[in-house]
């Protein structure tokens, strides 16, 4: 079983930016693909960014050049950096890791982007 623990979320200015955190524990760590998904309210799930086992990224067309997705596979954590942030960028972020059929969500950070 994979634990996937989220943190960084928070208040922030327009134009301002964040760094979310996710913990994982409970596997290898390093041969998941892990990626960052967002809900805004009444709004399905969606991709926000991925990085495979090897360091591929992936991104929204939304946050291209805003955000960027990293993982330290020492400390079992995947980042993301938020910069540039919009009000549209409102949304509870979660944190996914994939190996093959085997998908795990954690329980989500919310990140709240308004003046």
């Known amino acids: 079983q994979v634990q996937l623990v989220e943190s960084g979320g928070g208040l922030v200015q327009p134009g301002g930016s964040l760094r979310l955190s996710c913990a994982a524990s409970?596997?290898?760590?390093?041969?998941?693909?892990m990626g960052w998904y967002r809900q805004a309210p009444g709004k399905q799930r969606e991709l926000v960014a991925t990085i495979t086992s090897g360091g591929s990224t992936n991104y929204a067309d939304s946050v291209k050049g805003r955000f960027t997705i990293s993982r330290d596979n020492a400390k079992n954590t995947v980042y993301l950096q938020m910069n540039s942030l919009k009000p549209e960028d409102t949304a509870v972020y979660y944190c996914n890791a994939q190996l093959g059929n085997r998908v795990y969500w954690g329980q989500g950070t919310q990140v709240t982007v308004s003046s």
């Open positions: 409970g596997t290898i760590f390093s041969i998941y693909d």
